[in-house]
């Protein structure tokens, strides 16, 4: 039987995080993540870190393997305003910098200008062509060193990881979609031979404002945020 996942909200003023349901969202300027990161890059040799939204989080609420694989993050960036919106907090700058996609564009920058080696994994060649496409248009000296499909996988994805691990890249980006990107973090993480694991999930920073339609399915998962953390 699913056991339900009560979520509660818990404001930390010294750390800024949002505790949901024993998951720690933490919701610091992009400079503070930024820095975050970089230290403990430094200090632990690999760091795993994902954009969270509002459909990770209603996942995960959900699935408790899910719920397992978000736990092991050592940074979590929130990606959607609308959590904010949900839990009652954020300011301004915070809701600028998501909308914008701050994070993403400040690590690129720092990644193509420490000449890091890029891994993309996807679900199909055409979607991480595509962002490949992207990336090199904003960041043309920016080094891909490799890309993975989960559709060339057969039957397991030991091949996909001893490719990665054979290139050996600097930083992993992961365009997998929830649940898939948390599932295969949680089974591959210790496997793994990469300084960053930067879960973008199917965050796409080149698209303009969403249409209404996207708009109202944010607007709903968002309700169904609410409902969860004010469940009495």
């Not at 365009?175 to 300084?195: R, V």
């Amino acid at each position: 039987m699913r056991k339900h996942f009560y979520f509660a909200i818990l404001f930390f003023a010294m750390t800024k995080n949002l505790e949901i349901g024993g998951l720690q969202l933490q919701n610091n300027t992009v400079r503070e993540s930024i820095m975050l990161v970089e230290r403990a890059i430094t200090d632990q040799g690999f760091v795993a870190m994902e954009e969270v939204t509002l459909h990770t989080l209603l996942v995960a609420e959900e699935n408790e393997k899910v719920a397992e694989g978000l736990k092991m993050l050592d940074h979590s960036i929130i990606a959607d305003v609308g959590i904010l919106l949900a839990a009652k907090q954020g300011s301004m700058q915070r809701k600028f910098e998501i909308e914008d996609h701050t994070f993403f564009f400040e690590l690129m920058k720092r990644l193509e200008r420490n000449n890091k080696r890029i891994f993309l994994l996807g679900e199909t060649k055409e979607k991480i062509a595509e962002r490949v496409k992207f990336f090199l248009t904003r960041f043309p000296k920016l080094q891909i060193a490799g890309t993975g499909a989960l559709e060339d996988c057969i039957g397991t994805d030991e091949a996909l990881v001893n490719n990665i691990n054979g290139l050996s890249p600097d930083v992993i980006i992961c365009l997998l979609p929830s649940p898939t990107q948390e599932l295969f973090l949680l089974e591959h993480k210790e496997k793994i031979s990469a300084n960053l694991w930067y879960g973008m999930g199917e965050i796409n920073p080149s698209e303009d404002r969403p249409g209404f339609l996207a708009r109202l399915k944010k607007w709903r998962q968002r309700k169904d945020l609410e409902k969860i953390i004010w469940l009495k």
